[in-house]
Structure formats: structure tokens, C-alpha cells
């Protein structure tokens, strides 16, 4: 079986050795595939690979999003929801564990060649992550009836929060490298080289689809969530088929789950801070937390960079009812 493994992944090195490149972002050149940006060897190869073995159930859970919209934020409400019943608030594997490792990333920790899970065998309901663009979507889950939560975030933020995330991987394994500089970063975002993307297509591909199919593809923001989150928290469960009961409501079921994921919670854990303990993509778990706030950018960003990625922002969604 290992060399069957083996064999298939040759072929998707082999693919990803014709595909345009691009400059890189953390650690090495970007790949131009399906029209998407993605750090080639693990991480494309473990695309290609869900595209090709993932058997998507009706009963899954999928969170979408383009990294550094909040995904460990929403795995860990995602898992809280799902799983209320089966832990107590104070010892709950979120205090022991990071949001990542307990709603595993498609790509990068289930399909990844040195991989050791087979999602085959994981009982239902399961709960999952990925990062890969709406229109590049394995067939099995488009076709199945799953839900899929999508979360976005304003686009400078996501720059800002990319920028910090790709200098830690890339002082990590390309110390050789200098640190991707603020106008770097800025013209590669703006051009949509990108890890996942470009961004606004991400967005543009996942919106127009829970607009298709509203009952299955539940779109939220970061800052909705920020501003209002026991509503959207609200929203979440019961799109996911989880709705909290008048009893769940009275006894504050919402706000423990909201205090157990909040920033604050998790960021201060030892588990989250503890720099000898790694995540699935190589760099320390406190990676996953610098600020959690909306409009960090404000702190970063010069004049020219903000009317320059609104222009686009604002070209790009013209149309869509909804803003930041
Ligand atoms: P900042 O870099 O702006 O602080 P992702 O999880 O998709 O990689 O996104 C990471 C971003 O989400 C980071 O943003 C991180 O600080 C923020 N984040 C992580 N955990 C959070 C939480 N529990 N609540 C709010 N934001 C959180």
C-alpha cells in the first residue's frame, strides 16, 4: 500500500513540476493550479489528493475559508457546538488541545502523504477544514449534501495577519531568506499570489455559491462574529443542525462556548503558548494567535495600500450585499 501511496504522489509531484510559478510568500515559489496559488510538494499534493480519494457523507461538516480569516476561531466554535454534550467546560479538549488538531485540515493533515489518519474510518459526524477554492472543490463534496461554512475577513486584515504568518514559517525553514517586507507582501496580495489565492476570487467563488445554495452554504464574517456573536453563534449551530435549546439558552450554554474559544481563552493556554509544541504546517500553535481584533490593518498599512486594495476590494464585490 505504501508504494501505491507512492506512486500516486510521484504523479502529482510530476504535475506540480509543469505548473507555472510564481514568487513565494513563506517558504518557497507559489503554483499556479486550477487558478489558485498554492505552496507546492505537501500542501498541493495533498489538494490533488482530496480531489481524487475524499468520500464526502451527508452528515460532515465543512469549514471553508482562505487562511487568516479565522479559521482556528471557527474550529474551535465548530467543535464546541457539535460536541456540547460529550464534555464538561472544564475539561474540555479544547483547553488541551489546539483548534487545528481537532478539526483536522483536509489537505494538510488528512491527505498529506505521511499522513497516518484515513478519514474513512472516522465515525460521523466529522468535522473538517480546508483551504481549497470553491470551484476547485472535490466532486464528492459538490455533490453530496454536507454542510459548508464559509467565513471571510477584510482583505487588509487577512494581508496584515498573512504577512506575520508566512515570516514565521518562512524565519522557520528558510532562514536564508529575508522576511517578506510590507510592500512585498502588499503587491503580491494585490496581484493574487497569495497562499490559496487570489483572495477576492476565494471570497467571490464561496459567496456566490451560498447564494445558490443557502441551505447548505452558510457565509459569515469575522467581524460580524466579532460584533455580534452570541446571534451568529446563534446562526452557526443551527445551520449545522445543531440548534441550542430555550434550556441550553437559559442555562448560558452560548456564552461558556464563546468564553471557552474567545481569543483571549485559547491564546493564553499552555498548549497555544508553549513554543516546542508544533502545528500540522511546522510552526509553533501561538502562530495561530497574534491579535484577533478587527482593523489591525489601520496599524500597518499606509494611505496609498489602503485606497489602492479598497479600489480593487470594492471592483471586485460590486454587487454583492455585503462590505467591512
Ligand atoms: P490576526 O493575525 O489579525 O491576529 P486563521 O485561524 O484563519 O489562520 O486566522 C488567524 C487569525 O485569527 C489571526 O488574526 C488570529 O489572531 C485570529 N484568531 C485566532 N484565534 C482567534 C479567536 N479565538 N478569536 C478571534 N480571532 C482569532
Known amino acids: 500500500e505504501e508504494e501505491d501511496d507512492e506512486r500516486v ?6 504535475l506540480i513540476s509543469t505548473l507555472p510559478t510564481e514568487n513565494g510568500w513563506s517558504s518557497s515559489n507559489l503554483v499556479l493550479y486550477q487558478g489558485s496559488r498554492y505552496v507546492p510538494n505537501n500542501f498541493l499534493q495533498g489538494v490533488m489528493a482530496v480531489q481524487q480519494h475524499f468520500k464526502a457523507r451527508p452528515t460532515d461538516i465543512l469549514l471553508t475559508a482562505i487562511p487568516k480569516s479565522g479559521t482556528t476561531w471557527m474550529k474551535a466554535l465548530i467543535f464546541s457546538i457539535v460536541n456540547r454534550t460529550h464534555y464538561d467546560f472544564t475539561t474540555h479538549p479544547l483547553l488541551t488541545h ?6 483536522p485540515t483536509l489537505e494538510t493533515n488528512l491527505y498529506r502523504k505521511t499522513s497516518i489518519t484515513n478519514p474513512d474510518l472516522l465515525p460521523s459526524p466529522r468535522l473538517f477544514s480546508t483551504h481549497i477554492s470553491c470551484s476547485s472543490l472535490p466532486k464528492s463534496i459538490i455533490d453530496s449534501s454536507c454542510q459548508i461554512v464559509y467565513i471571510c475577513r477584510n482583505p487588509k486584515d487577512v494581508l496584515v495577519s498573512n504577512r506575520y504568518f508566512g515570516n514565521k514559517i518562512r524565519a522557520k525553514f528558510n532562514k536564508d531568506q529575508p522576511l517578506l517586507s510590507l510592500a512585498e507582501a502588499f503587491q503580491l496580495f494585490c496581484k493574487g499570489a497569495s497562499p490559496f489565492g487570489p483572495y477576492w476570487e476565494h471570497v467571490l467563488g464561496f459567496w456566490k455559491a451560498s447564494l445558490e445554495q443557502p441551505e447548505r452554504i452558510l457565509f459569515l464574517k469575522y467581524e460580524d462574529l466579532r460584533s455580534n456573536p452570541l446571534v451568529y453563534l446563534r446562526k452557526l449551530a443551527q445551520h ?10 437559559k442555562q448560558g450554554v452560548l456564552e461558556k462556548i464563546l468564553n471557552l474559544c474567545s481569543f483571549q481563552n485559547l491564546s493564553n493556554l499552555e498548549v497555544n503558548k508553549n513554543p516546542d509544541k508544533v502545528s500540522h504546517v511546522g510552526v509553533e500553535y501561538s502562530a495561530f494567535f497574534r491579535k484577533g481584533q478587527v482593523g489591525d490593518w489601520k496599524n500597518h498599512l499606509t494611505a496609498d495600500m489602503i485606497e489602492h486594495i479598497d479600489r480593487i476590494t470594492e471592483q471586485k464585490f460590486h454587487g454583492c450585499d455585503f462590505s467591512f
Open 9 to 14: 504522489y510521484q504523479t502529482y509531484r510530476n
Open 98 to 103: 489546539n483548534p487545528q488538531d481537532c478539526v
Open 240 to 249: 449545522l443542525g445543531y440548534p441550542f435549546s430555550l434550556e441550553e439558552e
